[in-house]
Every structure is written in C-alpha cells, then in structure tokens.
C-alpha cells in the first residue's frame, strides 16, 4: 500500500476580553485545531491495497468559549467560571478490527461548563472548590463485542460527566 499525506493543516485562535477593573475579566475565544490523518496497519500487517479502513482523515475541533476570572475580597479570593462548545469534524476515534486498533473518523461534539474558587482567607489557609460537567459524544461509533456489532451514538471512555474537588490546605 503507498500513499502521501501532504495537507496543510492550519490553526488559530481569536480572544477578545472585556476587563471593566483590575479585578474582573470576561472573555469570549474561539479556537481552530487540527490533527493530521496517518494510516492504520491491521493485524497481521498486510491489508489489502483497497481496504477502506488504511488511510484515515485529519480531525478538525472548532472550540468556543465565555467566561470569567474575578478577584474578590481584596485578594483573597479568585473565581473562574467558563461556559464552552467542541465541535469536531472526523474525530479520531478508536477501534478494533481483526484484533488490531485502528483509527477512524466519526463526528462528535461537547458541550460544558467549569468553575473554580479559591480563599484565602488567612496566611494559613488555602481552601479551593471546584466542578465541570461535560456531555461529549461520539456520533455513529461501532461497538463489537460477543453479543454483535451496533452502530451507536456513544460518550468517550474515561470522560466522566461530572467531576468535582474540594481541598482545604493549611
């Protein structure tokens, strides 16, 4: 099997802030980003000349993002909070095939929210909070397992919904 990949893959990124005082920012960013696409080698390492699943695409994420950074009680206190949107265009996703991982291209989105607050409210104490809550889903994913093959809409693994920390230092 021979090929080339000789794309140009561009990103950038445009932010525009708004600081009504030295101790409030609110921001608003979208970003362009890009992955390169590359070939898959099934097992056993020879595929087939026309196998679809060789060659996969570059992924493509438009982000965008609104939020906040504040500085409160003198100091003291920092709040961080932002509101966001991941739109990929053939997202890598991962499969097996014939006992071999291979890369492929799917659709997915995300959307979420974050927040973090950290006081100090002595010399000695550190106390943060903080959250984020994602819904990411990879669209048209194949799942194969015992039971069959389905083509289904799916979240990716280890991306957990909702995810919280709270740490007091002292």
């Known amino acids: 099997y021979e090929d080339t990949n000789d794309d140009w893959l561009g990103s950038w990124k445009l932010q525009a802030e708004y600081r009504p005082s030295d101790d409030a920012m609110f921001y608003f960013g979208y970003n362009r980003g890009t992955k390169a696409g590359n070939w898959n080698a099934p097992f056993g390492g020879f595929p087939s000349p026309t196998d679809p699943f060789i060659p996969y695409g570059e992924e493509r994420l438009d982000s965008f993002e609104l ?46 929210a974050e927040f973090d607050i950290r006081v100090v409210p002595t010399d000695a104490w550190d106390l943060r909070l903080g959250a984020t809550y994602i819904d990411f889903t990879v669209e048209d994913a194949t799942i194969s397992n015992a039971l069959g093959t389905q083509v289904v809409d799916r979240n990716p693994p280890f991306t957990s919904e909702f995810t919280a920390f709270a740490v007091a230092a002292y």
Do not use: C, E, H, P
Request: no cysteine; proline share 0%; charged share 15%.
């Open 67 to 112: 939020g906040t950074k504040l500085t409160l009680m003198d100091n003291r206190a920092q709040v961080n909070a932002a509101v966001f949107y991941y739109d990929y265009k053939d997202f890598q996703s991962f499969a097996f095939l014939n006992f071999a991982n291979i890369t492929t291209n799917l659709d997915s989105d995300a959307i979420g």
